[in-house]
């Protein structure tokens, strides 16, 4: 253990060393971040149909131009009327934003049974999200706690369409 440890600290010292950073190099955050190019549309309340035949509801947020546009889901069951700014935000930048309340939470059908059908809801979400007129067909997911979570469960039913998944704060 110890013949492995003095090697691996001398190529970290060396590294180090080897690459220093100037003491005046500085991280700008402010400034750095993309800028608005687009106005925003938004459609509330679109009804998307999933196998079962249970209507789930989405507002989708997206650049107010001619286009095909990747596409951020974000499915919730705290209610999609809270993803208002973020939402602004991606499609100001070129993404489509779709934010969906998932089965029987907020203007959702069905019933809520927490997981339970957020796997199957999911991919039929992520599949209506890529045929579209204004998607790519590039479907990345985003949220965090039970958005998070529930990202997983999507991913097992392999949508061909899903390139990105940011799961934040699994867990809580």
Do not use: C
């Not at 529930?150 to 867990?171: D, F, G, K, N, R």
């Amino acid at each position: 253990m110890r013949v492995r440890t003095i090697p691996l600290f001398l190529l970290t010292l060396l590294f180090v060393f080897t690459f220093p950073v100037p003491a005046n190099a500085q991280t700008s955050v402010a400034g750095s971040a993309s800028q608005p190019t687009h106005t925003v549309r938004i459609d509330f309340n679109q009804r998307v149909r999933m196998r079962d035949g249970v209507e789930l509801s989405a507002d989708v947020y997206r650049p107010d131009a001619d286009g095909r546009f990747p596409v951020i889901l974000n499915r919730t069951p705290y209610t999609k009327t809270g993803a208002l700014s973020g939402g602004r935000y991606y499609a100001a930048r070129g993404y489509v934003y779709v934010a969906m309340d998932v089965r029987g939470r907020g203007d959702s059908d069905g019933k809520f049974v927490p997981y339970r059908n957020d796997g199957r809801d999911g991919y039929d979400a992520i599949e209506w999200s890529a045929v579209q007129p204004w998607s790519t067909g590039k479907i990345g997911t985003i949220g965090g706690s039970y958005n998070g979570r529930i990202q997983w469960l999507a991913a097992v039913e392999q949508s061909p369409h899903l390139t990105t998944m940011i799961a934040l704060v699994l867990m809580s």
